[in-house]
């Protein structure tokens, strides 16, 4: 049954990779020769992108014969799937890959690969002896993961492969994702991106933007729903510009929105340019739809966001607010921003200050600009790199101004009642963690029983970046 499924999906996909196919046939039916009790066990870094992939993989591994368990312990292959974004990310994951070969003690066979968009960017070079890697796969490879790692276990396919391949017609239709542990499911709409942001890695590692067909993304989520999940969150690269034959970003949040027994969906990430009036009004008129907006600035200085290639300028962009605030009243409002980016003068980094201070976000990522090998930024002149204590200043400067706007914005909603999805039980004795429609964090007393469940209420203080509350 196995082997049918896998030769059934290679099909589905093969059209545009006759070789593929052929390969993942012959695999095919070593996954239907497989023995029972075989185990992986995934490591998942960076955006919730990767939590999506993760699943699918999960999926993939599972028709290949392979449950997940959380214990590299008891796992026969661990897959660590990784973020190519900053080099701390990476480094990190180097790491910990230095960490897992320790579980070669226990199990001679063990296979140890690398996913995702750090195993895209490095490659081969990945696969030299110091990591401790026998198989790369690229964010376009994970329709084979199933039978390359058990084709490598058998002996039928040679350790060391790496799967690099970006495929353009790759957006993984018909594979069906295992859900990790949560109250939410992420429901990946639009894979790679069209962008060419100059500090952006993705283009590169994910390719072009590909979207999923309209009626697999509601199917999908139809499937979750009839699976328990009572909020979604539609994940893409830039997930606004998703447009398929049967409609836009907008159309496709309206059907979204409308499946029965859906009661919250969100979305990330938007760009601020895809951000459209009738998107607004889709949210504002959709009772599911979260009213909450991530709309990443990155900077607040014309200059820079043309250096970045951002293609709005800051009036754009604070007209863009001003639109969401208007269809949207109570929408709550995010953003990125990256200080110490190449050619950031003082007064530059000050238009970025004065942007939050106007805005006044709900919530902030703020970064420090890193240089990433193979993107465009690293061709501007090495005479423009801000300095590395400059930059930690304008960070630490950066921090200091969003924390005292986001207190004073949490503050304001102490005192309110709010609906809040308990998601799992708080490091603190006895509390939950919740979050409201407009994605705020609120620890409150009640029992486990509660995870999944909705509950009205009472937000009694907040720290800045969190509440406390009490059920109404
Ligand atoms: S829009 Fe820009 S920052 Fe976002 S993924 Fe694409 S290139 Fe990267």
Redesign the pocket.
């Known amino acids: 049954m196995t082997q049918l499924v896998a030769l059934r999906r290679s099909r589905a996909a093969g059209n545009a990779d006759r070789q593929r196919s052929e390969a993942e046939g012959v695999a095919g039916a070593l996954v239907g020769r497989g023995a029972p009790g075989r185990t992986v066990y995934i490591e998942t870094y960076g955006c919730q992108m990767n939590i999506g992939d993760t699943e699918l993989m999960a999926g993939v591994l599972a028709d290949a014969g392979y449950a997940r368990v959380d214990d590299p312990g008891r796992a026969d292959v661990i897959l660590v799937n990784t973020c190519a974004i900053r080099e701390h990310a990476e480094n990190r994951v180097l790491g910990r890959l230095g960490q897992l070969q320790r579980y070669r003690d226990r199990h001679a066979d063990l296979l140890i690969g690398v996913t995702g968009c750090m195993a895209q960017r490095l490659g081969e070079a990945l696969l030299q002896g110091a990591y401790g890697v026998d198989l790369v796969a690229g964010p376009d490879a994970y329709r084979s993961i199933g039978w390359m790692v058990d084709g490598m276990r058998r002996g039928a396919v040679e350790k060391g492969q790496a799967l690099l391949a970006l495929d353009a017609d790759e957006d993984y239709g018909g594979l069906r994702a295992i859900r990790g542990e949560g109250v939410s499911a992420w429901v990946t709409v639009q894979r790679g991106?069209d962008?060419?942001?100059t500090?952006?890695i993705?283009?590169y590692v994910r390719g072009p933007e590909k979207n999923r067909a309209f009626s697999e993304v509601v199917g999908e989520v139809e499937e979750a729903v009839a699976a328990g999940y009572s909020e979604v969150t539609l994940l893409g690269?830039?997930v606004n510009s998703y447009r398929s034959g049967d409609g836009d970003f907008a159309d496709l949040l309206h059907a979204v929105a409308r499946v029965p027994g859906l009661r919250r969906v969100r979305f990330t990430?938007p760009?601020p340019n895809d951000v459209t009036e009738r998107l607004l009004e889709t949210m504002a008129s959709e009772p599911a739809v979260c009213p909450q907006l991530h709309l990443?600035v990155q900077s607040g200085s014309d200059r820079i966001l043309k250096r970045m290639v951002r293609r709005y300028t800051r009036r754009d962009f604070l007209e863009k607010v001003d639109l969401a605030r208007r269809i949207v009243p109570d929408i709550a409002l995010s953003t990125d921003i990256i200080v110490g980016f190449s050619g950031e003068m003082e007064a530059d980094f000050e238009a970025t200050l004065s942007l939050l201070a106007a805005v006044r976000f709900d919530d902030a990522y703020l970064y420090k600009y890193s240089r990433r090998g193979g993107t465009p930024a690293t061709r501007l002149p090495a005479a423009d790199d801000v300095p590395a204590a400059v930059a930690q200043t304008r960070l630490e400067r950066t921090i200091e101004l969003q924390r005292g706007i986001q207190l004073s914005v949490n503050r304001a909603e102490v005192g309110a009642v709010r609906e809040v999805l308990t998601e799992r039980i708080a490091r603190s004795a006895g509390d939950l963690l919740g979050r409201t429609a407009r994605n705020k964090v609120v620890a409150f007393r009640g029992p486990a029983d509660w995870i999944g469940t909705y509950r009205r209420v009472r937000l009694t203080a907040t720290s800045g970046a969190t509440f406390t509350g009490a059920v109404a």
């Open positions: 991106c962008h060419r942001c500090f952006c993705v283009p690269q830039t990430s760009h990443p």
